[in-house]
């Protein structure tokens, strides 16, 4: 994951991932991506392929 990360405890936000093949996450989100300016679970953090950044153009997912 490319950007700075804030990390945040006792938040009240829900993760903000992003995946073309999965669906919503809803724990807590504590890492702060400041590329895509999204707020992450720990888990999803370190996953790329959750980062609206990391999509390449025109890449929305969702073809099958």
Known sequence: MLGTN??????DR???GV???HQSCNL???????RCDLWFCD???EDDQWHACML?????????
Do not use: F
Not at 6 to 11: I, L, N, Y
Not at 28 to 34: E, F, L, Q, R, S
Not at 56 to 64: I, Y
């Open 19 to 21: 995946s073309p093949t």
């Open 43 to 45: 888990v999803h953090a």
């Open 56 to 64: 390449l153009e025109g890449d929305e997912g969702g073809e099958g």
């Open 28 to 34: 807590p989100a504590t890492v702060h991506c400041g």
């Open 6 to 11: 804030d990390e945040e405890t006792g938040s």
């Open 14 to 16: 829900l993760c903000q």
